[in-house]
């Protein structure tokens, strides 16, 4: 699976997500960009992981935003395209 052009398509088909700039939504936003994909436990572990290790985590987490968001959708029944 290439992670580079990574769209998901709901099960129904009428929605899709393109993850092609999650790198920066996530550096960005940080965890209120998972809250927003209602993704809750990753906004909160990366909230909390924010404030304990100073802000270190924002600049780390962001590298694993895309294959959490991936997986999270497929266990959801979402197709990848592209």
Same mark, same amino acid.
């Given at each position: 699976?290439? @992670?580079?052009?990574?769209? @998901?398509?709901?099960?129904?088909?009428?929605r899709k997500i393109d993850l092609s700039n999650v790198f920066l939504w996530t550096l960005l936003f940080g965890s209120f960009y998972f809250a927003y994909l209602g993704i &809750?436990?990753?906004?909160?572990?990366? $909230?909390? @992981?924010?404030?304990?290790? $100073?802000?270190?985590?924002i600049l780390i987490y962001p590298f694993f935003a895309k294959r959490i968001i991936v997986e999270t959708y497929l266990k959801?029944? &979402?197709?990848?395209?592209?």
């Open positions: 699976m290439d @992670l580079m052009a990574v769209i @998901l398509e709901s099960p129904t088909g009428q &809750w436990d990753s906004a909160i572990v990366s $909230g909390i @992981l924010a404030v304990f290790s $100073g802000g270190i985590s959801k029944g &979402w197709k990848v395209k592209g």
